[in-house]
T-cell receptor, first 110, second 114 residues
Framework: DAKTTQPPSMDCAEGRAANLPCNHS???????VYWYRQIHSQGPQYIIH???NNETNEMASLIITEDRKSSTLILPHATLRDTAVYYC???????????FGPGTRLSVLP | DVKVTQSSRYLVKRTGEKVFLECVQD?????MFWYRQDPGLGLRLIYF???????EKGDIPEGYSVSREKKERFSLILESASTNQTSMYLC?????????????FGSGTQLSVL
């Protein structure tokens, strides 16, 4: 069974914030939320991860709801180069592999 | 920056051939992984290794084997290539199991088996 649910596709205007949702209603207390993206013809690229607190780095922000059943990846000022498939993954810290679902195909439009 | 290098970007082989896909990482990572990616099926884990000479089956190991003789190198072997193994193959590495584990991927090898 899939651990995460994401919309198959989204559009965003260039320069605007892109907010990508992810539902993970069965997440357990020691599972982290990870986000990766895959630009066409490249391997996936790590973006950010978190457990329960909101996280921010140079690429994006991760907002996790208080009940941890969903999260949102925010790209604050989307550019055309952010057009990619974005994967939300839930996994344990140790001994569990990353399972990539179908992800969300984000198209940033000029 | 971590670099994961896959030896070929594109590869064309014939049915029945033995195929080697090579992957090298330059950051002394413990873990290495092989995935395949097919349209509509996403990334699926074939094999992984958490140490030299150690290997573990992933979700779809049938028809594949792996070799890790040196820490930096992880090879995927198709003993007798078949057309249903036409796919994009992605190698990845991570430092070790842990809270801050991050996967670093290579650019992929598009394998066509004719």
């Amino acid at each position: 069974d899939a651990k995460t649910t994401q919309p198959p596709s989204m559009d965003c205007a260039e320069g605007r914030a892109a907010n990508l949702p992810c539902n993970h209603s069965t997440i357990s207390g020691n599972e982290y939320v990870y986000w990766y993206r895959q630009i066409h013809s490249q391997g996936p690229q790590y973006i950010i991860h978190g457990l329960k607190n909101n996280e921010t780095n140079e690429m994006a922000s991760l907002i996790i709801t208080e009940d941890r059943k969903s999260s949102t990846l925010i790209l604050p000022h989307a550019t055309l180069r952010d057009t990619a498939v974005y994967y939300c993954i839930v996994r344990l810290t140790y001994g569990q592999n990353f399972v990539f679902g179908p992800g969300t195909r984000l198209s940033v439009l000029p | 920056d971590v670099k994961v290098t896959q030896s070929s970007r594109y590869l064309v082989k014939r049915t029945g051939e033995k195929v080697f896909l090579e992957c090298v990482q330059d950051m002394d990572h413990e873990n290495m992984f092989w995935y395949r990616q097919d349209p509509g099926l996403g990334l699926r884990l074939i094999y992984f290794s958490y140490d030299v000479k150690m290997k573990e089956k992933g979700d779809i190991p049938e028809g594949y084997s792996v070799s890790r003789e040196k820490k930096e190198r992880f090879s995927l072997i198709l003993e007798s290539a078949s057309t249903n193994q036409t796919s994009m193959y992605l190698c990845a590495s991570s430092l070790s199991w842990g809270t801050n584990e991050k996967l670093f991927f290579g650019s992929g090898t598009q394998l066509s088996v004719l």
